[in-house]
């Protein structure tokens, strides 16, 4: 081999070594930006603080002008949001609906990169009756306003977990039937325009309704015994996946196996009023650093292994404006001041804390008489009867995961860009040995 072949291989060599870290990409971590506050950071500092981390997405609950046009230039996408009270407009007019489009979206686009927009949020299982009928009508009419220049914009919508009927065990999960009428068409519309199906799972409310040590470990990704799924055989480790597994068993159901799914919010508090128990800096540090690691590592889920599926954490600031109990006010991975509440890793060239130990919430006495006792298993563990984060909404309880203890297995990691650089490198080779 001559002189020049030889540093075009260690050329190649170090091109791949280079490419190695992105095997691990966390492009699909984002963040829910919320505004009920009076005291948040100009939207430019806000920029500045995202761009010193890994996350690459951004949810916003509206389409605040200021946010939107600070996001102009950079990396970062955004889901906007339609607010609730706009959908009974869109859905009865076609013009309102390209109004919408025209103040909302053509300004910042292609400056600013809007990859969906969310219609509502939580309205299958809204206090307002009228909402749901009205919600696909909506969708279907902001989908014509944007197609002529914007096909690429997908169209969602964000439910509650209170849309499962049934997650015990995951491989049984399903929709409530009454919900059908108008979850069957939006899941239609979700399949021909190949947009998300985007939810959110909490499991700090499956610990809130059973806090033992055991059920503790498995929301937080620490070390327990695993659990099976009766139907499938499949060993979880955790909750996220077992819910998450759960929504995916409930869309297969229904036909829609192509459908992706999105976490719109997913999140743990680090402070809570006395009976809100786990909400503590130690169990919401290892909470969302552990999830972060575990999305950063491509194992997937025990039902889908090797993928990673788009997940915005609860959120970027603790907003002091919302009503309700302390954790409302507390589930922030930054302060206003921009310093951290706690480390969960998301710093870029930061090390992601790993296996972080849970903290028991020493209000564990104080379960009320509709938990279970401590050598009971639970009844329900997707949703509890708790108001989810982003809405405010109290959340009727359902049937969720409760398999039995099993040991574990291990993850299944995947690369596209490690296959894909091992392929150019083969190639190489069989050109410098010519």
Sequence with gaps: ???????????????????????????????????????????????????????????????????????????????????NGDIPSLAASSSAAA???????????????????????????????????????????????????????????????????????????????DLAPNLDPILTFLQQTGSPFMINPYPWFAYNSDPRPETLAFCLFQSNPGRVDSGSGLTYMNMFDAQLDAIRAALDAKGFNNIEIVIAETGWPYKGDATEVGATVENAQAYVGNLVTHLNSMAGTPRVPGKSVDTYLFALYDEDLKSGPTSERSFGLYKTDLTQNYDAGLSKGATTPTSLTPTPDQTQGNESSSQPNKGEAPTGWCVTAASSPGSGYVQPTSQCYTPNAVPSKQPRAHSSVIQFASTIFYIALLWLGR
């Design 1 to 83: 081999m001559r002189k020049w072949q030889v540093l075009v291989l260690l050329g190649l060599l170090q091109a791949f070594s280079f490419l190695l870290p992105y095997s691990k990409s966390q492009s699909f971590i984002g963040v829910n930006y919320g505004e009920l506050a009076d005291n948040l950071p100009p939207p430019s500092s806000s920029v500045t603080l995202l761009g010193s981390t890994t996350i690459s997405k951004v949810r916003l609950y509206g389409t605040n002008t200021a946010i939107i046009s600070a996001f102009a230039g950079t990396s970062i996408s955004l889901l906007v949001g339609v607010s």
């Design 99 to 177: 109004a919408w489009v025209a103040a909302n979206i053509l300004p910042y686009v292609p400056a600013t990169t809007i990859s969906a927009i969310s219609v509502g949020n939580e309205v299958l299982n809204s206090a307002d009756a009228s909402l749901p009928s009205q919600l696909l009508p909506a969708m279907q009419n902001l989908l014509s306003a944007l197609s002529a220049n914007y096909p690429s914009i997908k169209i969602s919508t964000v439910h509650t977990m209170a849309v499962m009927s049934q997650s015990d065990p995951p491989s049984a999960g399903a929709f409530h039937p």
